[in-house]
């Protein structure tokens, strides 16, 4: 046997010879010489091993032609062709969901991308004194006037920005937390690690489920830097529970000369209650408590591009602007256009609530969600795709990002049930068209949420059940 696999190593296909086909084919042009080689030794190789693999029957082994390494060659090229980072269709009725890219841009925002991607721009340039300007400038007044901050900072996220303003202000000092709300958002995001690499040393106070001012006020002394409030924004703790109110801390903070900085994790401009949903604090409501700084997300409920929002007072966001560290978290100009575009929406609050798709997802009456579902419904049905059935299945929307953790979003989804595939491999199916569907599984049914799914999506999957269809027809290959 061991004879038998030394024969086969001796007749692997010659990597100059793979090389030669593909030259012949043309297929040498898609890629520089060395990549177009170095997928050709990949292959060899991967028949190497195959053939030295001691669990591997030696007597059952064949190699693959030379033709059939080429083409697997070939496929190594024209994969590095692909885009890897692509558009899915969220039917998983998670609206802010991390993994899948969190907020989608409003039309506004894609707009000044192209813009200001295609040219030049007067990223760090006044336009009107012909010098060097201040990149910030461009959100700044947006950000104060809808906010009533006096001063804004953007950075790269809120995990940045949180980074940031701890170093800023706490740097060698301690920081104040109560031990309700020393939190882990999920991305490895942890206070505790966070305040740790930002140098402030971590002061907790109160316990758990209840921490009282004279928690707060007995830990203030010399060493104190901040008192920090965290927006416990994927948990609730209910029951026998107190925390201080962000007033009564800013009012502490005053009394002490110590800065109050309250981490708010999902920045929200408009009152959700107002559509049914829990009551979150508005950006403005915990500004007029009085907290010297606030920081938040710009991809959850605001509804933009990734960035961390810092507000706050002329003299304290001065001191954050003139870290050194604000220069390796800085944003990009791309992010500050999406996010000047995303901000001028809600300088219309009623009209922002239809254009920016996040908060359009959370508000948008259940009946029309149905009507939407109906519409799939009858257009998936009437594909007539063998051994698939649909039907209609009322269900709960989550608005996921660590925002509104227990609050079931009333929905309305399509089930879609397949003979011949189980639940999950039909959901691996919708994960592998072109453009993938990422679907919610629930009771072994597959579930296509539709709260998350925008009227102009519809098309999308129906083109992927199609698909399904001609994959899984008699006379496919
Ligand atoms: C989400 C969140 C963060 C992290 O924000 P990113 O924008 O994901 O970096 C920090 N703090 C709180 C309270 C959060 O909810």
Known sequence: MEER?????????????????????????????????????????????????????????RLPSIDVAAREAAGIIQGLHRYRLRRVVNATGIILHTNLGRSPLCPEALERLQKVGEGYSNLEYDLERGQRGVRYDHVRELLCALSGAEDALVVNNNAAAVLLVLNTLAEGKEAVVSRGELIEIGGEFRIPEIMEKSGALLREVGTTNRTHLSDYEKALCEKTGLILKVHTSNYR????????????????GRKSGIPVMNDLGSGCFVELDRYGLEREPTVQDVLQTGVDVVTFSGDKLLGGPQAGIILGGREMLGRIKRNPL????????FTLAALE?????????EEAMGRLRVLRALSEPLASVKRRARRLLLQLRRLN????TFSLKDGLSLTGGGSLPTQGIPTCAVSVKAVHLSADRLERRLRDLETPIVARISDDEVLLDLRTVDPGELSFIKEGFSALKKASSPEAP
């Open 5 to 61: 696999r030394r024969a086969l190593l001796k007749n692997l296909p010659k990597i100059d010879e793979i090389v030669h086909i593909l030259e012949r084919k043309g297929l040498c042009a898609m890629a520089p010489k060395e990549i177009v080689r170095d997928a050709c030794r990949r292959v060899v190789e991967r028949e190497r091993l195959r053939i030295m693999d001691p669990k591997g029957d030696a007597g059952t082994l």
């Open 326 to 333: 604000n220069r390796a978290l800085r944003i990009d100009k």
């Open 237 to 252: 703790i209910v029951g026998f529970t107190q925390q201080v109110d962000l007033t009564i801390l800013a009012a502490l």
């Open 385 to 388: 795709v063998e051994g698939m």
């Open 341 to 349: 575009a995303t901000m001028m929406q809600y300088l219309q609050p």
